[in-house]
């Protein structure tokens, strides 16, 4: 319980690291009583809402919110909307502002549904997928279902912007997607196209949620909400690039996957891309051939060996940086918040 009395969100769950554990119990404690009485709130709508769903694709819905995770996304959203001086004042304003929240949260729970599917994965957070429980089929309609109810919320703001934001976060998850899957098992992937699929899967959606927070809030514009989204847009990327050099350090007590785990895929990250360029063995080796587990976490060795990882993250301290370095110094409001999310991305991973 948090101090209101309301239930703590479920920022912890998972796999989460210690690191992940104290960065977000940090920025709750700074936040006060209010973002936690927030964040509960949006937790507690996003289990209505699938709940609402309908049998059975209800119970699908519900498990997959109820697998957790550090929905560092609505926190985006709300603290977009606290540098801009909190929602409209009186409930609706506080509904609007969970209902972003919970929108952003439910695109994001798509993309695990079906990425789960197109990966064969069986675990998600120590659970079963829905793949793996009901099928491909049922898999499929629980991500159409919460892509759909994350728009039939938000459209409930009545506020086009907002819509717009999302849909276009929503397509470029589908384009990236289909970037990836285009490039799985590659031998030759450029950096910048490396880059560009990031950008796509990973932070049009971190973008969002910070333009969405500023949308809904009293102080926000559009000018607000396009450099609140740069900033989070950078931060998405450094998130999945400091996620890509975890899967090749590790451990797998740290992580939660067996180290190598997105390389047995066939997904090539930066760390493979820079020590192709360092290392011929390591750039001779065809993906498909990787016979297990044993195999890829060798290969994370090689790769390791190469420097490839110190590389890779020092790229991505400095987009950090450059998130740091591009939050308006005029904000309405406080901000101090967003830059304490973008060290705690730099953190989980030392």
């Known amino acids: 319980m948090n101090e209101s009395g309301a239930s703590a969100p479920a920022l912890n769950a998972g796999t989460n690291t210690a690191a992940d554990v104290e960065a977000v119990d940090e920025i709750m404690r700074r936040g006060g009583s209010e973002l936690r ?29 109820l697998a957790g995770g550090k929905r560092l996304r609505p926190l985006l959203v709300m603290l977009a909307a606290e540098s801009a001086a909190g929602p409209i004042e009186g409930l609706e304003g506080e509904q609007i502002l969970v209902r972003a929240a919970v929108a952003v949260e439910l695109v994001h729970s798509a993309t695990l549904v079906h990425d789960d599917l197109i990966d064969g994965a069986e ?16 898999a499929i309609a629980t991500g159409d279902l919460l892509f759909s109810r ?35 098992y590659a031998a030759d992937v450029a950096v910048e196209r490396y880059l560009e699929r990031c950008r796509l899967k990973t932070a049009a959606l971190f973008e969002a949620a910070c333009r969405l927070g500023a949308l809904v809030a009293v102080d926000g514009t559009a000018e607000l909400a396009a450099a609140l ?11 999945q690039l400091l996620d890509d050099v975890l899967d090749v350090s590790g451990p797998a007590e740290r992580t939660g996957k067996a180290r190598g785990t997105d390389l047995l895929d066939g997904t090539v990250t930066l760390p493979l891309i820079l020590a192709r360029q360092r290392d011929k063995q390591i750039a001779s080796l065809d993906l498909a051939t990787l016979a297990g ?5 060798a290969l994370c060795e090689q790769i390791a060996a190469t420097g490839a990882l110190e590389t890779a993250r020092a790229r991505a301290l400095a987009v950090v940086a450059e998130a740091k370095a591009m939050l308006p110094s005029t904000l309405p409001h406080r901000y101090d918040l967003l830059e304490l999310v973008a060290d705690a991305v730099v953190e989980r991973y030392r």
């Open 293 to 297: 587990p044993a195999e890829a976490e």
């Open 123 to 138: 675990l998600r957070r120590g659970r079963p997928t829905v793949a793996a429980v009901a099928g491909r089929k049922a």
């Open 150 to 184: 994350a728009f039939a919320e938000l459209a409930r703001n009545r506020d086009p912007e907002q819509l717009r934001a999302l849909s276009d976060a929503s397509s470029a998850l589908a384009a990236g997607e289909l970037l990836q899957r285009e490039d799985a």
């Open 37 to 65: 009485e927030r964040m509960a709130r949006a937790e507690a709508y996003l289990e209505q809402v699938t709940a609402e769903s309908g049998i059975p694709l209800a119970a699908h819905a519900t498990a997959t919110i």
């Open 229 to 239: 989204g740069r900033f989070a847009e950078r931060i998405g990327l450094a998130f």
